[in-house]
């Protein structure tokens, strides 16, 4: 069985070489300009263009069987139609049905790329993008979870008035807490109130100092010394 999987990677892996790469950019550039971007119906046409980016690149990435990237693009439909329908809709219902397909869509490609990822037998440039990707996504995803739970607790986050020009959470609100959450730093300024809120940064915070754990460990396993360099005594 063993034998059978690695066969399977080596198979497929010239097939995924590069997939990541793409992924890992358009999000590094999404977290550089959301602030930028504006927030609600307001947010910017071109950051929308971004997002569509994303979601294109996400299905490219996971576009090594047939089976997960159809099942990428069935989630990803809605969100390629953003600019083009959503943008001039106004409804809250519409808004936070988008909300909880963009986190499934999330769930679903960090899933696929997890398994992707940690079953290579070596650290490959193509397999640090797709580990990066992942914390990435895992940091927009659970901005968008606590975006879900303002809309339907207004309280669950207390923004201090000394560091803050508005009183209730937008997005890049929560995109700045929820990086800086799982990064363990702590976001000055914002605050979880409701115990929903607070329980999510608990899991959030977890799973941010555990995934480094396991991709450093796994890195480590991987590593494969020069050959014919000197051994260590």
């Known amino acids: 069985m063993a034998e059978q999987i690695a066969q399977e990677n080596r198979i497929e892996s010239p097939r995924a070489s590069g997939k990541f790469f793409f992924l890992f950019a358009f999000l590094l550039v999404q977290l550089l300009v959301y602030p930028y971007a504006g927030s609600g119906a307001t947010i910017s046409l071109w950051f929308r263009l971004l997002n569509v980016l994303i979601a294109f690149s996400s299905v490219y990435a996971v576009s090594f069987r047939r089976v997960t990237w159809i099942i990428a693009l069935v989630f ?29 869509f999330d769930i679903f490609i960090i899933v696929v790329i997890f398994k992707r990822v940690f079953q290579r037998d070596e650290a490959t440039s193509d397999a640090i993008y797709g580990a990066v990707s992942i914390y990435l996504l895992a940091g927009f995803g659970f901005s968008r979870i606590y975006s879900i739970l303002v809309a339907f607790q207004h309280d669950a986050f207390y923004l201090d008035p000394a560091l803050n020009h508005h009183t209730l959470p937008l997005q890049p609100d929560l995109t700045y807490y929820s990086f800086l959450t799982m990064t363990s730093l702590g976001a000055a300024g914002i605050s979880p109130v409701s115990d929903q809120a607070r329980s999510l940064s608990i899991v959030q915070s977890l799973l941010g100092i555990l995934y480094l754990g396991v991709l450093v460990s796994r890195l480590i396993a991987t590593y494969k010394p020069i050959q014919g360099s000197p051994k260590q005594p």
């Open 76 to 104: 990803a439909a809605p969100l390629l139609l953003d600019p083009f329908i959503l943008h001039e809709v106004t409804m809250s219902k519409l808004q936070l049905a988008r909300s909880g397909m963009s986190v499934a």
